[in-house]
């Protein structure tokens, strides 16, 4: 076990770790709810332009990571030229939340399809105000689903490395620090990176897919 004691004394190692928890937490929680709003937009309401919202929305879901990663970095050197600043762990937050939101959208969108619109004209005919079934009816009932998103897109986001690279500058992630030390040389270090990132991937996605069963069990 000297390797993962050296890992958690290794500076470098601890501060890709730290940055990739701050990014990966930010962009899950806006690009969960970003997401989820998108999917109750686009499956429960009627408007003009609807095709073009979700093709728009969705659209991101078609760019390879790299590609993605390539166009997000010529807009933010335009930006940064006009503006006057660099890219690092806000523009990577960005990026992720770009990446991230349709995956969260196509998750929760699944749990609105299967929601019952009568629950909510129940609550209203209480006297419930729009808000209120928001917030005691819609939000619980989609809960699972929105849950669930926001694990898929917190493990997309903490160990992507295409956008991660492309816009995280001098910004150092887990997939990143793994990159660069391994270009170098190889070292017992990066296996146990690897099982310490990949054991609570693992706890999550079983977290999730309990939580599933037994929604789809209520």
Same mark, same amino acid.
């Given at each position: 076990?000297?390797?993962?004691?050296?890992?958690?004394?290794?500076?470098? $190692?601890?501060?890709?770790?730290?940055?990739?928890?701050?990014?990966?937490?930010?962009? *899950?929680?806006?690009?969960?709810?970003?997401?989820?709003?998108?999917?109750?937009?686009?499956?429960?309401?009627?408007?003009?332009?609807?095709? $073009?919202?979700? %093709?728009?929305?969705?659209?991101?879901?078609?760019?390879?990571?790299?590609?993605?990663?390539?166009? /997000?970095?010529?807009?933010?050197?335009?930006?940064?030229?006009?503006?006057?600043?660099?890219?690092?762990?806000?523009?990577?937050?960005?990026?992720?939340?770009?990446?991230?939101?349709?995956?969260?959208?196509?998750?929760?969108?699944?749990?609105?399809?299967?929601?019952?619109?009568? /629950?909510?004209?129940?609550?209203?005919?209480?006297?419930?105000?729009?808000?209120?079934?928001?917030?005691?009816? *819609?939000?619980?009932?989609?809960?699972?689903?929105?849950?669930?998103? $926001?694990?898929?897109?917190? /493990?997309?986001?903490?160990?992507?490395?295409?956008?991660?690279?492309?816009?995280? %500058?001098?910004?150092?992630?887990?997939?990143?620090?793994?990159?660069?030390?391994?270009?170098?040389?190889?070292?017992?270090?990066?296996?146990?990176?690897? *099982?310490?990132?990949?054991?609570?991937?693992?706890?999550?996605?079983?977290?999730?897919?309990?939580?599933?069963?037994?929604?789809?069990?209520?």
């Amino acid at each position: 076990l000297k390797w993962y004691g050296a890992l958690f004394k290794s500076g470098p $190692a601890l501060n890709a770790l730290w940055n990739s928890t701050i990014i990966a937490a930010v962009a *899950t929680i806006i690009a969960t709810i970003i997401g989820t709003m998108a999917a109750i937009v686009a499956v429960r309401y009627r408007f003009k332009g609807k095709r $073009a919202f979700q %093709g728009l929305a969705g659209a991101p879901l078609a760019f390879p990571q790299l590609l993605l990663g390539i166009v /997000l970095l010529l807009w933010f050197s335009v930006l940064g030229r006009w503006f006057g600043f660099n890219t690092g762990i806000v523009t990577a937050i960005i990026g992720h939340i770009v990446y991230i939101a349709p995956f969260a959208m196509v998750i929760v969108a699944v749990q609105v399809y299967n929601f019952d619109p009568v /629950l909510e004209d129940a609550a209203r005919d209480c006297g419930a105000s729009t808000w209120e079934v928001y917030r005691h009816v *819609t939000i619980p009932l989609l809960w699972p689903g929105i849950f669930s998103a $926001a694990i898929f897109a917190f /493990l997309l986001s903490w160990g992507n490395f295409y956008i991660t690279y492309s816009l995280a %500058g001098s910004t150092r992630t887990i997939p990143t620090f793994i990159f660069s030390g391994i270009a170098v040389g190889s070292s017992p270090l990066y296996p146990a990176i690897a *099982t310490v990132v990949f054991v609570p991937g693992i706890l999550l996605v079983i977290l999730a897919n309990r939580l599933r069963i037994r929604a789809a069990a209520v």
